[in-house]
């Protein structure tokens, strides 16, 4: 008994922990305190991946969703569109991280990842050798995206990992 009540805790720690980060998050400009785009971090098959489901103009405005992509990534092979494209992947819970990686899609260069939730904000940390750079993404609601626009059902998400040259 005391067996299966330990793997039933072990489960349940795996899914809340997983559950912590995954949800729509809004990355802000540093500059301008304007939002620049909104990334739905999501979980197939025990790993976590963080797509973009909208990109902003410079005024903070969504200008292209998921639904309708106009703006390319030059840095990945075939220039995706940027809304929907996983930035984020094969996110790994390590205890009090995930670890994965990320691409900056404007440069095409890959990098380690580290990805934790502290003070209710998601913070996401990319790293090259000994160097890193941390960015905060903030949680949304409603009020932050058009009254047209639906939620994308990140359950059907299936990711699709970016080719850089």
Do not use: H
């Not at 976590?48 to 639904?67: F, H, L, M, P, W």
């Not at 095409?108 to 939730?117: P, R």
């Amino acid at each position: 008994m005391s067996k299966k009540l330990t793997a039933l805790f072990i489960l349940l720690g795996t899914i809340l922990s997983a559950n912590e980060i995954c949800g729509v998050w809004k990355s802000v400009n540093e500059d301008t305190d304007k939002a620049q785009c909104y990334v739905a971090v999501y979980e197939y098959q025990g790993k976590c991946y963080g797509r973009i489901i909208a990109t902003c103009n410079s005024e903070g405005v969504i200008d292209d969703t998921i639904y309708e992509p106009k703006g390319r990534a030059p840095g990945i092979v075939g220039k995706p569109y940027y809304a929907g494209l996983d930035l984020i992947w094969d996110l790994k819970d390590r205890g009090e991280r995930y670890k994965g990686k990320i691409v900056d899609p404007e440069r095409g260069s890959i990098y380690n990842a580290q990805v934790w939730v502290e003070d209710d904000n998601l913070i996401v940390r990319g790293e090259l050798l000994f160097f890193g750079r941390n960015v905060t993404w903030y949680p949304t609601s409603k009020a932050d995206f058009p009254k047209t626009f639906k939620m994308p059902n990140v359950k059907k998400f299936v990711p699709v990992i970016p080719e850089v040259d």
